[in-house]
């Protein structure tokens, strides 16, 4: 039986333990509100911090634009300042995020001719990426000057182990339609993205509705331990499932302005399928949070004791992969979730424990057994480090569903970080330290960290 504890004692107990108890005592009643992700420095994007940012990618945005060169016949957008790594290169979804923040730095300095020339050269990265398809519909992850497929994408026999792009296109092209009011211009385009979708499904459609990584290579958060080292095909990667499902909801956008009915029902009825299985197989209720799925369950008693009488079906197609990653909160910005599930989400968002870092939000759990803050270039780090693209998927997730407040908290950590790192370098790097903001890798680096400019 427990003793009776007078109020005084129970105070005295709470002095004691400190502040650390009583702000997890605060973690799950009210958001943002531990490890100083809202102490009064950053509850607003400062306008010192602002201008900073707004004048240093106005000034250095041009150099972002590529003259055609190479096996890139047509114009394009590097990720990085000329001399600076990936300069030469032309990625897949770092393309498309490069592009949104152009078109971004444009509309908020007026300058209608960067705009109307970051139009042409997203448009050229399309024609880029569809030149150099293969046969069977696939495209290349990475193109650089002198080859058209470096990773070997387009590479071995059917199923491919080796990965092809990202699904980013079609969400590429209705960036392009949206800022320049036009979509006429990808009709000549959409049987390729047909056949570019129907290649993912012929290789990478697991039974569970999934698509599934073949191997490690170049899956975007390279080194995620729900995908780096596994078996190939096993991975059903939610960032993976998560930009296909925004990509077929473009796609459907798209062939509705270019009044292609029949393609606009097929990708809104794909896409729904997809988010479906999302839900299914990744939602776990026990831990309130979404995981990356196994999809190696393969019920083989007629393979290995043919002569015994078969007893229960095999009920389930995937388990979960219990690691806690950013991915987890992509649901929210597909606008997958329920209310229930948001709030499940912020509690782990808000814990200092896991993911609430000074800086955001960090890119794996802090309590994972592999977190790790140690810099690293292949693969990149994504065990732990701030990434602006993580922060900002979930600045936007958090927006969509209603969390405006809490979107004004880490658009303000995030802006603050690169404003740092902007004054004491003169430049902006790939990742940053979760809990100093110190920057990890790739001085020189522009990419996402462009994004900063839409959550300020």
Sequence with gaps: MMPQLDRRTLLSGFALQGAGWMAKSRLYAQPWQVSGLTSSWADEVSPRDRKALIDYFAANARKLLREPGGVLRFPSVSPSLPRATYSTSLWDWDTLWTVRGLFRIANLTQDTQLHADVAAHARGCIANFFEHQ???????????????????????QRPHKENQAKPVLAQLALLIADETHDAS????????????????????????????????????????????????????????????????????????????????????????????????????RRDGFFYTADVQCVDRRRELIPNIPRGMDMSWRSIPLRIQTFTGFLPMWCKLTSPEQNKHLLR??????????????????????????????????????????????????????????????????????????????????????????????????????LLVLEMI
């Design 134 to 156: 293969s046969d069977e519909g696939r495209i290349p992850m990475l193109i650089s000057l002198d080859d058209p497929d470096p990773l070997g994408c387009l590479k071995g």
């Design 185 to 284: 211009w990808f009709s000549p385009y959409l049987e390729k993205l047909q056949r570019f979708y129907s290649s993912w499904t012929a290789d990478n459609l697991s039974q569970t509705g999934l698509l599934v990584w073949g191997d490690d290579v170049a899956i975007g958060n390279d080194n995620d331990p729900t995908t780096f080292g596994r078996p190939f095909f096993s991975s059903a990667n939610l960032l993976l499932n998560c930009l296909y499902y925004q990509d077929l909801l473009s796609a459907a956008e798209l062939t509705g302005r270019l009044g292609r009915s029949d393609e606009k029902n097929t990708f809104h009825t794909q896409a729904q399928s997809l988010g479906n299985a999302i839900q299914k197989n990744c939602w776990d």
């Design 348 to 449: 782990h968002l808000n814990n200092p424990e896991t993911f609430a870092g000074r800086y955001g939000i960090r890119s794996l759990s802090a309590q994972e057994p592999m977190y790790s803050l140690v810099a690293s270039t292949n693969p990149s780090n994504w065990l732990g480090p701030i990434w602006v693209i993580v922060n900002y998927f979930i600045w936007s997730g958090l927006k969509k569903n209603g969390y405006a407040r809490e979107a004004r908290f880490l658009a303000a950590r995030t802006a603050k970080m690169l404003a740092a790192d902007l004054a004491s370098s003169g430049s902006l790097n790939e990742y940053y330290h979760p809990d100093t903001g110190k920057p990890l890798s790739h001085k020189g680096f522009m990419d996402w960290n």
